[in-house]
């Protein structure tokens, strides 16, 4: 071991005893209790066919596929809520720590993390309790060997420099996953667990290696190339109030996940609804698919919550410039009305392959940007400072009491949007709620207009708010 090496060591376990907060073990051991009862109140429910052999294959016979099944899972976990570093801070940058000791920081780092732990301990305890403590250390080793493979495929997505360091990730998963799944499926299918155990820890270690490998080899900082600057930098044009508001869903992490995992579950239960028998449609007697609102609607408004939330972390800067608060304000409404119709398009299939109504889809549209969104500007009057670099979960930095009483607003749209479907025929009913959005998109202007007037007169009120936060 090098003397770099003891070094990190050292500094690591140092910041690692200082960093720690009991709020994250309290959460993952919440998380993992939670799995475990699940687990057993379904096995307790389904244990009568279970001992009268109404399952074809024996349960022993299904650990390899299900230590592949909670791979998905954890991906999704890892992705939304691990925060680990993958690069040197610039204070180990003057030192002369190699790439290898610093990949073994890592690995270990990554190795020995609590939401690592959590799944393949869940899985092994529950295993253990109902078919032995042999079977549930067995499991043990498969979930954890799957579950590593998704933490060290993060570490590298994170530290990738650009495509041609992605690209050959992305394919490189997807081949994994299909070889493991085939594994699992041999194991159910043969009743080979043995020697699908052996296989699916030879692939996961050989997949562990590689990828450690690939983290060693990434130069994602190398003072040696002094590259061109315009070659390398990436922006979205000249600086304006528009291309701000992409700038900061693509370059905040916290309204990058929360964004797409929105907008991902809504466009998903829409899909799923309009594919079923539109079971949530006939139990409320709705005319019009319920999800359909929340899908195009939502993502905007939860941006909408916050208006100038994020402005407030720079606009000693932002009020420098020759941009009236009416300009920011109206820029931030039209750039939630491009999200609404951003879902709306991603509905269209739905509209072509499923016989999602065309004109409800439109209705929808015009209703979340005139009725929905439009009062959430109100917010910029209440908005505090918000983290954006913070993790979203279980988290309520940005709240206070005016702005979680405000938030109430969002019912009356909603209730005034199904209210209108469940006593109107379809055709009236989609002609009436767009006809309302369409008359609030035209009164925006005067809206908006008269919300930055309010601004205007406390803004020294509302700028003391930040600076103290």
């Not at 109902?130 to 997505?157: K, R």
């Not at 041609?164 to 085939?182: D, R």
Request: glycine share 4%; charged share 10%; with cysteine.
């Amino acid at each position: 071991m090098t003397t770099a090496l003891k070094e990190l060591l050292r500094l690591w376990w140092t910041q690692k005893r200082r960093a720690f907060r009991w709020k994250e073990l309290f959460l993952v051991a919440y998380f993992a209790v939670l799995f475990v009862v699940i687990v057993v109140a379904l096995y307790s429910a389904l244990h009568d066919r279970l001992t009268q052999g109404m399952l074809p294959v024996a349960l022993v016979n299904l650990l390899p596929l299900l230590a592949v099944c909670v791979t998905l899972a954890d991906l999704m976990m890892k992705l939304l809520w691990r925060r680990s570093p993958v690069e040197m801070d610039d204070y180990l940058r003057t030192r002369p720590v190699s790439p290898r000791d610093w990949a073994f920081l890592i690995l270990l780092d990554t190795k020995l993390g609590f939401m690592q732990w959590m799944i393949p301990l869940s899985m092994a305890f529950v295993v253990a309790l109902f078919l032995g403590v042999g079977w549930g250390m067995l499991m043990l080793i498969l979930t954890f060997t799957c579950t590593l493979v998704n933490a060290l495929l993060q570490n590298c997505w994170r530290r990738a420099p650009g495509n041609q360091w992605t690209l050959p990730l992305f394919f490189g998963y997807i081949a994994w996953t299909v070889l493991v799944c085939t594994i699992g499926v041999g194991a159910v299918v043969w009743a080979m667990v043995a020697v699908a155990s052996v296989l699916l820890i030879l692939v996961n270690s050989i997949t562990c290696y590689v990828l450690h490998r690939y983290f060693v080899r990434m130069k994602n900082h190398n003072e040696a190339l002094h590259t061109n600057t315009s070659s390398t930098a990436h922006s979205l044009g000249n600086v304006s109030l528009w291309s701000i508001e992409w700038t900061q869903i693509l370059r905040s992490k916290r309204l990058r996940t929360s964004s797409l995992l929105m907008m991902a579950l809504f466009l998903l239960n829409v899909y799923m609804q309009q594919s079923s028998a539109a079971t949530l449609q006939n139990d409320f007697g709705l005319a019009v698919n319920p999800m359909l609102f929340f899908a195009i609607g939502f993502p905007s408004l939860m941006l909408a919550q916050w208006v100038l939330g994020i402005e407030a972390n720079f606009f000693c800067g932002i009020w420098t410039k020759p941009w009236p608060v009416e300009g920011i304000l109206r820029r931030k409404y039209y750039f939630f009305c491009s999200l609404c119709t951003l879902m709306a398009v991603l509905c269209v299939p739905a509209v072509v392959w499923l016989h999602l109504s065309a004109l409800s889809l439109v209705a929808a549209l015009f209703f979340s940007c005139g009725v929905l969104v439009l009062p959430f500007m109100a917010t910029c009057l209440y908005s505090s400072r918000m983290d954006l670099f913070s993790s979203a979960f279980l988290s309520y930095q940005h709240g206070n009491r005016q702005l979680n009483i405000f938030s109430l607003v969002m019912f009356i749209p909603m209730i005034i949007y199904f209210l209108i479907y469940f006593f109107l025929p379809p055709f009236w009913a989609n002609v009436l709620v767009a006809s309302l959005g369409l008359v609030g998109f035209a009164l925006h202007g005067v809206y908006i207009r008269w919300i930055s007037g309010i601004w205007y007169r406390r803004r020294h009120e509302i700028m003391e708010r930040w600076l103290a936060q």
